[in-house]
């Protein structure tokens, strides 16, 4: 026999308690967390009450437990239809924002710095450039280690948890070569994303029969063991002070300094500028990632990258084809430890300084979210993702307004790791296949066609 139908006020009823009650248990968790603050005074420890941010708090769990109750756990519950609809087809995710939007960020992307710096000489705007650029340089480092784990992760279907140890060799290897030997920049980047690629292939023999969980703690342990050698091994890398001075790069042997008989800005007739320093940083890594993900289309279209997702799939399916799954696998670890390397030489020098507390757990945390966020095997929802999480926390610092509600002494940007999981959490639930969930087949016997993210999550595509 069916249930009986709640009348609407029943459901309203229910989704209040609900709601209440939901509310109580935020009030008790957060009355200590959030309710007060810790400040030092001349007679010691006090207390700050909060009342306001425990009130937006508990008040945004009462209204976010309503909603689902009454709209998203009601199934019985419709929202009414539009009384218009769009006169123009909606694109398809697939066809339209797969290939055409990516073009139009990588038009955005090389025209942004050009286009930024020529304005604000010429209409004198005041745009605070060197952020902006600063920022971005971020957010593509970023992407790049997401195109790289995204091998290993989104491609061949294998967690890994230390991804920052292939990060953090790339950057000690560019900075011993270039502050002990002289070696330069392009000199030391291929020799940097090898080393790197040289770990891959030690973290992936001893992994090779873990699935799963084995090996997300196998690989989250080899992130530790690296950072914690380059914390001790002080004869070598200096400890806990880290290594200073590394070298910036030079655009075919021309520094960007002020000073000197052949600068880049001599060499050109330009008058000095450090922004032309970052703008050339830029486009480094504007290239670099660009690399990463051309060499990644391609290897998907190849027999390992088919291999790898294959193996992704169903490894002991892959095994029954006579798919070499030991290759598959080395090769998987090796490639996106190469690319690793790459950003991790990239991000010494431009820091200028690396410590072992810059490759912690949480930055492997971060670029697997931005790969599990974008979408798992998705090109373009990395870069999305990689976005939304790096430029929007930063946004998070500019956010000043916060303060007239929550007090002077707010900060929204502590706040990033709680808008972190509520993102993830968010994602799981309404598109677990990512922000792009739709993919095109790696090889086609006919026609073009995308896969949904429907099929893709039943293992049909």
């Known amino acids: 026999m069916s249930e009986p139908v709640k009348s609407p006020s029943r459901h309203l009823q229910a989704a209040l308690a609900d709601a209440i009650i939901a509310a109580y248990i935020a009030f008790a968790l957060f009355c200590l967390t959030l309710g007060v603050k810790t400040v030092d005074s001349p007679r010691g420890l006090m207390l700050l009450p909060r009342p306001m941010l425990l009130a937006v708090a508990v008040g945004s769990v009462f209204l976010g437990r309503f909603v689902l109750n009454l709209l998203w756990w009601n199934r019985s519950f419709r929202l009414p239809r539009l ?4 006169a123009w087809p909606i694109p398809a995710v697939g066809r339209y924002g797969t290939q055409y939007g990516g073009m139009l960020l990588l038009a955005a992307a090389v025209l942004f710095p050009i286009i930024a710096f020529t304005l604000n000489k010429t209409l004198h705007l005041g745009l605070p450039l060197r952020y902006l650029f600063d920022l971005s340089i971020l957010v593509l480092t970023y992407v790049m280690l997401g195109f790289g784990l995204n091998i290993v992760v989104g491609l061949a279907g294998l967690l890994d948890l230390g991804y920052v140890a292939f990060y953090a060799v790339g950057s000690y290897t560019f900075a011993l070569l270039a502050t002990h030997f002289g070696f330069g920049f392009w000199m030391c980047l291929p020799l940097a994303g090898l080393l790197a690629a040289l770990w ?23 992130g530790e063991i690296v950072r914690i050698v380059l914390l001790n091994w002080t004869a070598v890398t200096n400890g806990p002070n880290g290594i200073s001075d590394i070298p910036k790069p030079t655009c075919f042997g021309l520094p960007f300094s002020a000073t000197g008989t052949q600068t880049f800005a001599s060499f050109f ?12 940083l830029y486009y480094v890594i504007l290239g670099l990632a660009l690399i990463t993900s051309l060499v990644t289309l391609r290897l998907r279209r190849l027999p390992i990258g088919r291999a790898w997702e294959a193996m992704r799939e169903d490894e002991i399916a892959c095994r029954s084809l006579g798919i070499n799954t030991t290759v598959a696998k080395l090769t998987a670890f090796a490639t996106g430890a190469l690319f690793g390397g790459f950003a991790g030489s990239f991000f010494a020098t431009r820091q200028g300084f690396i410590s072992p507390e810059s490759f912690t757990f949480m930055e492997s945390a971060i670029i697997l979210a931005i790969v599990v ?16 999480m790096i430029g929007g926390f930063e946004l998070l610092r500019n956010m000043e ?56 999550k039943e293992g049909r595509a």
């Open 83 to 86: 009384p218009w609809r769009p």
């Open 200 to 222: 891959g292939v030690v973290l992936g023999f001893p992994v090779l029969r873990l699935r799963g969980d084995y090996l997300a703690i196998v690989t989250l342990a080899f």
């Open 269 to 280: 007739g330009l008058r000095y500028d450090p922004l032309h320093a970052i703008i050339f």
């Open 373 to 388: 966020l974008g979408g798992m095997g998705s090109q373009i929802g990395v870069v999305l993702a990689a976005m939304v």
């Open 401 to 456: 307004w916060l303060q007239v509600v929550f007090g002077q002494d707010f900060d929204p940007s502590q706040y990033r790791v709680l808008l972190f999981g509520i993102a993830m959490v968010g994602i799981m639930l309404w598109r677990p296949r990512g922000i792009i969930s739709s993919r095109e087949p790696s090889i086609l016997l006919n026609d073009r066609s995308a896969v949904g993210g429907r099929l893709a």
